[in-house]
């Protein structure tokens, strides 16, 4: 008995020389803590047992400077993250039995020493690791977990569970992990074992690395190999104990926790410069000696310029400043302002009919010279011009004819106008903007399209709204005729009770007649103003009971009847053919949503399509493919009834 009180004696005695920060030796001891970096530096503070610090005592210094905005943080103040200790417990069979209970007693009496929010795990090993406990700060899961036996095995890997550990640490974000290792040393392959396991210098690297200390308490026995357990702690910073009495676990154990539990955590912000190696130094007030250790400040990497590139501008700068280019625009503006000045040299003169007229009645339009500004005359001569100069276009007869059913209050020419200055102004804008000739291009083209679209809108919707009156006017002249009107009659009655646009449009046809226009004739100019089938059956009607006669009302109610039969035909046809027209927007829009979207994210990502001539022609392609898809799809859904 004297013998084993004198190994547990030694056993306490090695502990307190062993582990860093010890009562005996009455000095303090700094490693650093995971998570330290640069600037933020972070190192785990180890005081001799019993001390406690107040505010003010920790002095750090970086090579003699002294630093200030040191935060020092307790075990027992510190948060879940700060501080967490793995217990290692060996689970082979050569511990089964009594080493295992006391082992598992000594585990509860480390767990009793836990202060604060200190997380503790816990794991068993034998061929392979077993985590027993995720770390936790709750008491009754560690008690729970330490009252359960292990399963044993043979075969101990004890390396294999070193490393788990690490891993459990850096999932569990933990700023001070602490490893303690209780085994008897023995490493020692199952059977049917060939796989790779790690070893002692694999281990200890890993440990460093990730700023972990190991603690291992051995077991003496015949067959133990605690070399390179002792290693071990020594490349990590920690610390080693070593018994032949398993009676003393619980005492080395319970002594163990209380130096964990008296560590500190101190933290600082480095104020030195990169490519330095730093002594940093630890002095605490009330305690002889300094604590020391050393790190190296990351190097400021500065990138040389290597042999540059010749420079090579893109596709479209040099388009866009080449001289083929400046001539165009130069002859554009030449003749644009050619233009202009032809006009306003060419301009009707004081002889016109309109002013001739404007002495005898009064003229709404006539230009009043006298009161009109010199810009406004100038404005007025430019106008002229372009009608002049395009006067003789299909098209634009075309246009100017359709603006007059649409009734918009702009002429003509000065949407022309205005539309090409919108253009220009795109063009140069966005060129100057997003330097991408492109996107000018893109846009100064979408203009035009943008203005012909709304007119365009509004010329269909002025004819829509008249084929949805037709029906019930129809009804009105077919009453009229049976009280005994004329048809010029009963289209008279039809304008008096008839809406916008249906009653312009009949009052047309009167004034057309009364001008001398047969009536089939004068129809068919409505007819072809609101581009309507329907009332191309009127006109015929029309003609005929002018040659024929006839009972022209019982006509005009068959007419009426086909016209509403084929207007429910149409509403059944769109009904059915929504969800192709949905489609249709959808497929074109959702391609430019999402490019738009991903470049306001991650404009990196679709750089290359602005700055390459592949990626260029890949959008030229992409908007040709949604374009006529479009137009496929409209194609497709568009049926005429």
């Given at each position: 008995?004297?013998?084993l ?5 030694l056993?306490l005695?090695?502990?307190?020389a ?8 009455g000095r303090?001891?700094v490693?650093?803590?995971?998570g330290s970096?640069f600037?933020?530096?972070?190192y785990v503070?180890t005081?001799?047992?019993?001390m ?8 750090v ?5 002294s ?11 510190a948060?879940p993250?700060?501080?967490g200790?793995?217990?290692?417990v ?6 089964e039995?009594?080493?295992?209970q006391a082992?598992y ?5 480390f767990?009793?020493q836990?202060a604060?929010h200190?997380?503790v795990?816990?794991?068993t090993?034998n061929?392979t690791p077993?985590l027993?406990?995720p770390f936790t700060?709750e ?10 036996q292990?399963?044993?095995?043979y ?8 490393i ?11 700023k001070?992990?602490?490893v303690?290792v209780?085994?008897?040393?023995q490493?020692q392959r ?10 002692e210098?694999s281990?200890?690297a ?5 700023h972990v200390?190991?603690?291992?308490v ?9 070399d390179?357990?002792k290693?071990l702690t020594?490349?990590t ?5 070593e018994t032949t ?5 619980a005492s080395i ?5 209380s130096q964990?539990?008296?560590e500190y ?5 480095s104020l ?5 190696q730093?002594?940093?130094r630890?002095?605490?007030d009330?305690?002889?000696g300094l604590a020391s250790?050393a790190?190296?400040?990351p ?7 290597g042999?540059?590139a010749?420079y090579r501008?893109a596709f ?7 001289v ?6 130069g002859?554009?503006?030449?003749i644009?302002?050619g233009?202009g ?7 009707p003169?004081?002889?016109t ?8 009645v ?5 230009v ?5 500004r010199p810009?406004a005359q ?11 100069l395009?006067?003789g276009?299909?098209r634009w007869q075309?246009?100017k004819w359709e603006?007059g059913i ?5 002429p003509?020419e ?7 200055l ?11 903007l997003?330097?991408s000739l492109?996107?000018?291009l893109?846009a100064?083209?979408?203009i ?8 365009r809108?509004?010329?269909?919707k ?11 006017n129809?009804n009105?002249?077919a009453s009229?005729?049976r009280a ?6 009963a289209?008279s009655?039809?304008?008096n009770?008839?809406?916008e646009?249906s009653?312009s449009?009949f009052?047309?046809v ?12 004068a129809?068919?100019?409505v007819v072809?103003?609101m ?8 006109s015929l009607v029309?003609?005929?009971?002018r040659e024929?006669?006839?009972n022209?009302a019982?006509v005009?109610?068959?007419v009426t ?5 084929r207007?429910?035909?149409r509403?059944?046809?769109?009904t059915?053919?929504?969800?192709g027209r949905?489609s249709?927007?959808?497929?074109t829009?959702l391609?430019?949503?999402?490019f ?6 991650n404009?990196g990502?679709m750089?290359?399509?602005y ?15 949604i374009?006529?898809?479009s137009f496929?799809i ?6 005429k009834v």
């Open positions: 008995m004297s013998r009180r004198l190994l547990g004696v056993a005695t090695t502990l307190a062993a582990v860093p920060a010890s009562a005996a030796g303090i001891h490693t650093e803590a995971g970096g600037p933020g530096r972070a503070l005081l001799p047992k019993g406690q610090l107040k505010p003010g005592q920790v002095h210094t970086e090579n003699g400077n630093v200030d905005g040191v935060t020092v943080v307790p075990v027992a103040q948060h993250e700060d501080f200790v793995m217990l290692l060996d689970a082979s069979t050569s511990m039995g009594q080493p295992e082992a007693a000594a585990a509860r009496a767990a009793g836990r604060g200190e997380q795990g816990i794991m090993y061929l077993t027993t406990l700060t008491q009754a899961r560690i008690d729970e977990a330490l009252a359960k292990p399963t044993f095995a075969g101990t890997h004890i390396y294999d569970a070193v788990e550990s690490l891993r459990r640490f850096h999932a569990a974000h933990i001070v992990g602490t303690v209780l085994s008897d040393g490493e199952g059977h049917n074992d060939v796989a790779k396991h790690e070893t210098a281990a200890a890993a440990a460093r690395a990730a200390r190991v603690f291992a051995g077991l003496r026995s015949r067959l133990s190999r605690l390179t357990l290693q020594r490349d910073g920690g610390g080693y104990v009495s398993i009676k003393k676990l154990y319970n002594e163990l926790g964990l539990a008296s955590l101190v933290r600082y912000q030195a410069g990169p490519g330095k730093i002594t940093v630890v002095r605490v009330g305690v002889n250790t790190y190296a400040t190097k400021l990497t500065v990138a040389t310029a042999p540059r010749p501008p479209s700068n040099r388009l866009w400043s080449s083929l280019t400046m001539t165009l625009v002859l554009a503006a030449a644009l302002v233009t000045a032809a006009a306003v040299v060419s301009g003169r004081q002889g009919v309109r002013r001739r007229m404007a002495e005898f009064s003229v709404p339009t006539v009043r010279d006298a009161n009109a810009t100038l404005t007025a001569s430019m106008l002229k011009g372009t009608d002049k395009l006067r276009n299909t075309k246009f603006l649409a009734e918009v209050s702009l003509a000065q949407i022309a106008v205005l539309t090409a919108g253009s220009i102004v795109a063009l140069v804008s966005l060129k100057y997003f330097h492109l996107v000018a893109a100064a083209f979408i035009p399209l943008v203005v012909r679209s709304q007119l809108r509004g010329l269909v002025r004819r829509n709204l008249f084929a949805e009156q037709l029906p019930d129809l009105v002249l009229a005729l005994g009107h004329s048809f010029i009659g289209l009655v039809v304008v009770d008839a809406a646009p009653k449009e009052q047309r009167i004034a057309d007649e009364q001008l001398g226009v047969p009536i089939d004739e129809l068919h100019v072809e103003r581009d309507s089938r329907e009332l191309e059956q009127v029309a003609a005929l009971q024929t006669g006839g022209t019982e005009l109610d068959r009847e086909t016209i509403r039969e207007f429910e035909l509403r059944t046809v769109k059915l053919t929504a969800q949905m249709r927007w959808v497929l829009a391609p430019i949503a999402l738009l979207v991903i470049t306001a994210v404009p990502y750089k290359i399509l700055t390459s001539s592949y990626g260029k022609v890949l959008l030229v392609l992409g908007a040709i493919c374009t006529a898809g496929v409209k194609r497709i859904v568009n049926i």
